[in-house]
């Protein structure tokens, strides 16, 4: 197969910054409308290859698109997000739509209400332009289901895109879109973000309210997915906020997601080199461990550490297997035989915990989460690899020919951070021999989510050589 060129043949109205947009729009020089339709198209030209998009939404686009040039054309934008075209994951609720958590088994009949995030970007005047791909209730880190297929790699079109964003991914790798709403609750923002090449950021738990409750608890969080962390906050900040249905969230407030930059001279950075399972690979070792020299060049003062705590792989199992058993009880027995396979074993699996082993998981969980707190006291941000290996063969939950028996195996750089909550970002930082992404991961103390996409942008800075120029300059991905 023939990869997609991401961004390559994309329009140029398909390659702007939500700042740019914002521009011509007040300037009056490009209309929310003429992206829209640029964006549908780039949309429309990718999804036969790579298959990111379960729908289209070409008539509320377009009639939201002109709400929004009028607004503009009036001097009264809702906000500076206003036209901004944005997609949104098969599994957050959308007034209208057909949400299906990438399920046959689900009910086809529309949503009577948004999602808390959802309303959010709705009422700062974002366009909806589709719909993402998602494996089945989002349960693994590659993105296939019975109900859409496989969704494929732009780079390389018999590669994984990763998941279980993997559609959102696609969809802001190749511009069909600028804000697109991912979820991630063992990795699933940040691993299809560093298989594609983009920006993906986790944020700190509970400051993107979640409305219905995932059945995968607070491991799941809410969060951006784009090109440039300028925009990732952008977005965020749009999705922020205190929302009554959303217990989890507590009663807390987040510190302000402010725009002062991060110079990377002289912060502390703790670099984590070592999956809490699985094994690197090497070359993706080699390429971090030069991005983290650019870091030390950069005036960063970098020390290894090693996350506290052990036996990570089992502890985060207690708590997304039980979830995968509880969102199963929800699916009447005479349909689970639709089911992916591999949901049904990690479900039973979940099945056979007691109650006993999920309070002590919990309980263990929280041992871990407040010596992450420690550990983050001590440093400005940690460092990692975004993935422990680059984008494997569509299709497959884990590469051919390798020990890994589920994805979360070879998660270990993703799911850790899930159960201890922080704010973690994903940059691209280099291209591998084969001419995959390759992502680097940045991680804060929680409630600093502003200071890790500022330092992610300091990151993009520093790695434009090694990564962004070549995306940009390459005739073929």
């Known amino acids: 197969m023939s990869p997609i060129n991401p961004l390559m043949g994309a329009g140029e109205l398909c390659r702007l910054s939500v700042a740019e947009l914002s521009d011509v729009y007040a300037k009056g020089t490009v209309s929310p409308v003429e992206v829209a339709e640029a964006t549908i198209a780039r949309a429309e030209e990718i999804n036969p290859g790579c298959n990111a998009f379960t729908f289209l939404d070409r008539e509320g686009a377009l009639t939201s698109a002109a709400a929004s040039e009028r607004r503009w054309r009036d001097g009264a934008p809702l906000s500076p997000v206003d036209g901004i075209p944005t997609t949104l994951k098969d599994i957050v609720w959308v007034k209208g739509w057909s949400v299906r958590?990438?399920?046959?088994?689900?009910?086809?009949?529309?949503?009577?209400?948004?999602?808390?995030?959802?309303?959010?970007?709705?009422?700062?005047?974002?366009?909806?332009?589709?719909?993402?791909?998602?494996?089945?209730?989002?349960?693994?880190?590659?993105?296939?289901?019975?109900?859409?297929?496989?969704?494929?790699?732009?780079?390389?079109?018999?590669?994984?895109?990763?998941?279980?964003?993997?559609?959102?991914?696609?969809?802001?790798?190749?511009?069909?879109?600028?804000?697109?709403?991912?979820?991630?609750?063992?990795?699933?923002?940040?691993?299809?973000?560093?298989?594609?090449?983009?920006?993906?950021?986790?944020?700190?738990?509970?400051?993107?309210?979640?409305?219905?409750?995932?059945?995968?608890?607070?491991?799941?969080?809410?969060?951006?997915?784009?090109?440039?962390?300028?925009?990732?906050?952008?977005?965020?900040?749009?999705?922020?906020?205190?929302?009554?249905?959303?217990?989890?969230?507590?009663?807390?407030?987040?510190?302000?997601?402010?725009?002062?930059?991060?110079?990377?001279?002289?912060?502390?950075?703790?670099?984590?080199?070592?999956?809490?399972?699985?094994?690197?690979?090497?070359?993706?070792?080699?390429?971090?461990?030069?991005?983290?020299?650019?870091?030390?060049?950069?005036?960063?003062?970098?020390?290894?550490?090693?996350?506290?705590?052990?036996?990570?792989?089992?502890?985060?199992?207690?708590?997304?297997?039980?979830?995968?058993?509880?969102?199963?009880?929800?699916?009447?027995?005479?349909?689970?035989?639709?089911?992916?396979?591999?949901?049904?074993?990690?479900?039973?699996?979940?099945?056979?915990?007691?109650?006993?082993?999920?309070?002590?998981?919990?309980?263990?969980?929280?041992?871990?989460?407040?010596?992450?707190?420690?550990?983050?006291?001590?440093?400005?941000?940690?460092?990692?690899?975004g993935t422990a290996l680059p984008a494997f063969e569509a299709g497959l939950e884990v590469p051919v020919g390798d020990e890994y028996g589920r994805w979360t195996e070879w998660a270990g750089f993703s799911f850790p951070i899930n159960l201890s909550q922080q704010p973690a970002c994903i940059v691209p930082c280099a291209l591998t021999e084969a001419g995959l992404p390759v992502g680097f991961q940045i991680i804060g103390a929680r409630g600093e989510d502003a200071r890790v996409l500022a330092a992610a942008a300091s990151l993009e800075v520093l790695f434009s050589n090694s990564y962004r120029m070549t995306h940009d300059n390459q005739s073929q991905p």
């Not at 906050?233 to 906020?241: C, D, H, K, P």
């Open 101 to 385: 958590y990438g399920s046959t088994t689900t009910p086809a009949a529309p949503c009577d209400t948004d999602a808390p995030s959802v309303a959010r970007l709705r009422q700062a005047g974002a366009v909806f332009i589709g719909q993402t791909t998602t494996p089945e209730f989002g349960w693994k880190a590659v993105t296939d289901s019975a109900l859409c297929g496989i969704t494929r790699n732009p780079w390389n079109l018999e590669k994984t895109a990763g998941g279980s964003s993997g559609g959102a991914a696609v969809a802001a790798v190749t511009g069909a879109g600028v804000f697109h709403l991912g979820t991630d609750g063992g990795g699933s923002i940040r691993i299809p973000a560093s298989f594609c090449g983009i920006v993906g950021h986790k944020p700190t738990f509970g400051r993107v309210p979640a409305y219905p409750a995932s059945a995968f608890g607070t491991v799941a969080h809410i969060g951006p997915m784009t090109r440039s962390a300028a925009d990732a906050l952008a977005m965020l900040r749009v999705m922020s906020g205190r929302d009554l249905r959303d217990w989890a969230q507590g009663a807390g407030v987040f510190p302000q997601l402010s725009s002062d930059p991060v110079s990377l001279a002289g912060t502390k950075i703790g670099y984590w080199s070592q999956p809490a399972s699985g094994r690197l690979d090497p070359q993706m070792g080699a390429l971090i461990d030069a991005a983290v020299k650019k870091l030390e060049a950069a005036g960063a003062i970098v020390k290894h550490v090693s996350l506290p705590g052990d036996h990570l792989l089992d502890l985060f199992h207690h708590h997304w297997f039980t979830g995968a058993a509880a969102r199963l009880s929800a699916i009447p027995a005479d349909a689970r035989g639709e089911i992916d396979p591999g949901f049904l074993d990690i479900a039973r699996q979940g099945a056979a915990y007691s109650s006993t082993d999920l309070v002590k998981a919990q309980v263990r969980r929280a041992d871990f989460g407040a010596a992450m707190d420690r550990l983050l006291s001590n440093y400005d941000f940690l460092v990692s690899p």
